[in-house]
């Protein structure tokens, strides 16, 4: 028998890449998550293409939502030889199948691109291939086995699964394992990504049974949000400004998934109550248009009191005035329209999707505003825009920032450090015999260890990539 241990092959002194490897007594091996590492330049290219260990050792994945850095790397880890089950709530399997078909488009294409423009250049091509193809992705959606949260399901012998809702995105789960041994039961938990109190589209974070060890996200260990009240109002005043005053557009750069559709549906809010000024609103993004349409079908899933609204607006995400916008070409006639709009598009980071084409014509206009709604890792051209730069480098140009940069921060799908804090009150700190703090840069971490210290929690951990621990 050997001890039970975990490995930490991601999202250790990061946000990205999470990959957590339960190694169990009986040989067995649980991966929690597999995701991509993201934003850190050519260094990411090197991390994604070596897990850590041999893909086809794992018998199970276990997967708590369906953003890329939490899920891209399924492919390839099939690709490599993984032919165990996916354990995913029903939504995150929806939602995985349209990210990773898109991380796959995106990847073959740049691909492609960067191809090319050696071959003009005649330069040395680095011939290392996208990650994976979109050839890749069926055979990894054959392995998932949906799983409805709260319902304890037996994924290997002498352990048991248990997704509670996470409250992040639609499907987001955190993850309970009860792993039988001969010392007895050890409970173990993952945070996954930890979400938010506030009125929003997903419900609250759930509580969960007490845990023996807790592997807990830590992005906003060190910061609070500010009041989410205000949110839809302060949205509301800058299209105010933006749009109506200066008739300049207002570009948000958001995540297809969970951002664009509350986004939406608080423009769909203010279009009931006769409040939407007469802008148009551009969705130019076909991945936020096909992950709206998943939001729709599992709407069941979505708070309360969005439940209440459906019963009288069929469409929360949809109003008169809004053009989902599948078509480049009606993407690129986008860039020379006049008049004010509103362009929501992705990605949310600003790395890569259409998103660069908004940037590229629009900043350069003092009456435009790009209004950054979520995270931007560090490394990103998010993060670089947030800086406020004179000038940026886009498609060989240097293009100047004329146009207002602003954030929203109260639209993070993260919890800040309060929230989480609040997410593991749950929990009798002196029957926790391990807490390992992961998916935060190391200030957050710090912060957020501090707190739970001073909370009660012992045998806090903040470990490196690749750092194994014994259980
Ligand atoms: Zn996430």
């Given at each position: 028998m050997m001890p039970l241990s975990i490995t930490f092959h991601g999202a250790a002194g990061m946000v990205t890449g999470t990959k957590h490897l339960l190694d169990l007594p009986d040989g067995k091996r649980i991966l929690l998550d597999c995701g991509m590492f993201q934003g850190e330049g050519p260094a990411s290219n090197a991390l994604n293409r070596?897990?850590?260990?041999?893909?086809?050792?794992?018998?199970a994945l276990v997967l708590s939502h369906a953003h890329i850095d939490h899920s891209g790397l399924i492919p390839r880890l099939v690709a490599e030889g993984f032919k165990g089950p996916i354990y995913a709530t029903g939504a995150t399997m929806d939602l995985s199948k349209i990210l990773l078909l898109d991380s796959a488009y995106i990847q073959e294409n740049d691909f492609r691109y960067d191809a090319k423009r050696a071959r003009k250049q005649r330069a040395a091509m680095?011939?290392?291939?996208?990650?994976?193809?979109?050839?890749?992705?069926e055979p990894a959606m054959e392995l998932f086995r949906p799983v409805p949260y709260a319902t304890p399901t037996e994924i290997l012998p002498g352990v048991t699964l248990t997704f509670l809702d996470a409250g992040h995105i639609l499907g987001s789960a955190s993850v309970h394992l009860a792993v039988a041994g001969r010392e007895g039961v050890k409970r173990i938990t993952f945070s996954g990504d930890v979400g938010r109190y506030v009125d929003r589209l997903v419900p609250e974070p759930r509580p969960f049974p007490q845990a023996d060890v807790i592997i807990c996200?830590?992005?906003?260990?060190d910061r609070d949000h500010p009041p989410a009240t205000a949110a839809e109002e302060e949205l509301l005043g800058h299209v105010q400004r933006v749009c109506v005053q200066r008739q300049g557009r207002l570009i948000i750069p958001a995540f297809s998934v969970g951002r664009t559709q509350e986004i939406l549906h608080a423009l769909n809010k203010f279009f009931n109550e006769g409040r939407l000024p007469r802008v148009p609103v551009f969705v130019d993004s076909p991945l936020s248009i096909n992950a709206t349409g998943i939001y729709r079908k599992h709407a069941g899933l979505l708070r309360p009191e969005i439940q209440k609204e459906l019963e009288t607006?069929?469409?929360?995400?949809g109003f008169p005035g809004v053009e989902f916008v599948r078509e480049a070409a009606r993407s690129k006639e986008l860039n020379t329209r006049p008049g004010p709009a509103i362009i929501i598009a992705a990605s949310g980071m600003m790395d890569a999707g259409r998103i660069r084409h908004h940037l590229f014509h629009g900043l350069p206009h003092p009456a435009n505003a790009v209004l950054i709604v979520g995270f931007c890792a560090p490394g990103t051209f998010g993060e670089r825009l947030l800086q406020r730069p004179e000038v940026v480098h886009m498609y060989g140009e240097d293009v100047p920032v004329r146009a207002e940069i602003r954030t929203m921060e109260s639209y993070s799908a993260h919890g800040d450090r309060n929230e989480l804090l609040r997410w593991i009150s749950c929990q009798d700190p002196s029957l926790v015999q391990r807490v390992f703090l992961v998916h935060g840069v190391d200030r957050a971490r710090e912060g957020l260890a501090g707190l739970l210290s001073g909370r009660g929690?012992?045998?806090?951990e903040m470990p490196k990539l690749d750092q194994r621990f014994g259980l």
């Open positions: 070596r897990f850590g260990f041999d893909p086809a050792s794992i018998d680095d011939e290392v291939g996208p990650l994976y193809g979109t050839a890749d992705v996200e830590s992005t906003y260990g607006d069929a469409d929360v995400f929690f012992r045998h806090i």
